[in-house]
């Protein structure tokens, strides 16, 4: 699979930021732009409100179309992490294919879709909310199924095929709430964790051994071809235990297996050898969270831990590290800008990373402080999140410094 062209990674230069600002507003020039802004600021705002809502100091809307869980696990998958997907896709897939993503007109429609479709969760109430809402992931899929046909790119059509169960799960998740069934409509948000999880570990695997020898003269990191044939295959299965009403012992012994070939393929890639270079770390610590993720499941299929732990492992240590790691490193080339992390990204990751370890580490060390890490967690996330979207916002709507579309 090809990945996004991005600025060289090593290598003095001038930095193109010199001079006046850019003029224009390009926020719908390229999907990156409105999806990466628009994820963030409601990432910052729906945890906000979640962590006011479990404290009972917030009560949802009457009218919500979602009880206060589901709204919080719905929104996280089928609003936060599914528009930052969305961007990513639009702008890789005109790298891709040569052929063009939803610009213009038609960026700013499906961005007021999904906006409007954040709205319907809150304010909205029965059908009428849900279509909205429902209507976003199917129009996206569409469009990036359209690029890749157009460009004949079918290495990449399993992303396409992805977006469309995105799209399938968030439907099952909305139509199993409206017939009174919530348990399955959160099992439902589950198998969107799970399709963004599967992303991740594709995507990264190709990216992150590329940044970091690109990045880094001489790094030598090792590579298992046999271990990474499986990888794929592991995660599936792991994904699907925590998804299906196994027997525990057999959920467990289905995440053990996507524990080690993972494990095996982070330590080999050394992330802890890169140093002080936060673009690299930052993607091999959301990494690193997977073979842990999966041993978490194992323990919570067996008892040993509480389910929530692993679940947060997934969103907040795997997809938030990974999300707010590509967001910068994307955005900052797509805007024609160094690849260099400044202290707003640095404190951003560090943040994000903080919300892992106080919401997956912190209830497993002191049971007893649970709401106390909860608290934390939420605080950190939207610190980070709220960083990005004020740092990045001018970035995200003005045209690139190097004068290129996009």
Not at 151 to 172: D, E, H, I, Q
Not at 177 to 185: E, I, L, P
Not at 239 to 261: D, F, R
Not at 329 to 347: I, K, P, Q, S
């Amino acid at each position: 699979m090809e990945t996004i062209p991005i600025l060289p990674a090593r290598g003095p230069r001038k930095s193109p930021e010199a001079g006046p600002p850019p003029r224009g507003f390009a926020l719908f020039a390229l999907g990156f732009r409105p999806f990466y802004l628009g994820g963030a600021i409601f990432a910052a705002i729906a945890v906000a409100a979640w962590a006011a809502m479990f404290g009972g100091t917030l009560a949802a809307a009457p009218s919500a179309a979602l009880p206060p869980m589901l709204w919080h696990a719905h929104e996280m998958v089928f609003g936060f992490a599914a528009a930052i997907v969305v961007g990513f896709l639009f702008t890789a897939g005109r790298a891709w294919t040569g052929q063009p993503t939803p610009t213009g007109a038609l960026l700013a429609c499906l961005f007021l879709l999904w906006l409007a479709g954040r709205g319907a969760m809150w304010f909205g109430s029965g059908a009428p909310a849900s279509w909205i809402d429902a209507a976003f992931l199917p129009l996206a899929a569409l469009a990036f199924t359209r690029t890749l046909v157009r460009g004949g790119n079918r290495r990449n059509y399993p992303l396409a095929f992805a977006l469309w169960l995105l799209a399938l799960a968030n439907v099952s998740s909305l139509g199993l709430q409206a017939g009174g069934h919530t348990d399955g409509a959160l099992r439902a948000c589950q198998a969107g964790v799970a399709l963004i999880t599967l992303f991740v570990i594709v995507i990264g695997g190709r990216v992150i051994p590329m940044f970091t020898t690109n990045a880094v003269p001489g790094f030598r990191l090792r590579q298992y071809p046999k271990v990474d044939r499986l990888v794929v295959p592991a995660a599936v299965l792991g994904l699907l235990a925590g998804l299906a009403p196994l027997p525990g012992w057999l959920a467990a012994a289905l995440s053990v297996p996507a524990a080690v070939v993972l494990g095996i393929r982070v330590a080999g890639w050394r992330g802890y050898a890169v140093g002080n270079r936060p673009l690299l770390w930052s993607l091999h610590l959301a990494y690193a969270w997977l073979p842990l993720a999966f041993v978490l499941q194992a323990a919570a299929a067996l008892g040993l831990v509480m389910a929530g732990i692993a679940t947060h492992a997934f969103t907040v240590g795997v997809l938030g590290g990974a999300i707010i790691a590509m967001v910068t490193r994307t955005a900052l080339g797509h805007t024609g800008r160094m690849l260099a992390a400044g202290t707003a990204e640095t404190a951003a990751y560090w943040l994000v990373a903080a919300a892992a370890v106080l919401r997956v580490i912190g209830p497993l060390a002191w049971p007893a402080g649970y709401l106390h890490w909860i608290y934390g967690a939420a605080v950190c996330w939207v610190a980070g999140f709220a960083i990005y979207a004020v740092v990045y916002a001018p970035r995200l709507m003005r045209p690139r410094i190097d004068g290129k579309a996009g």
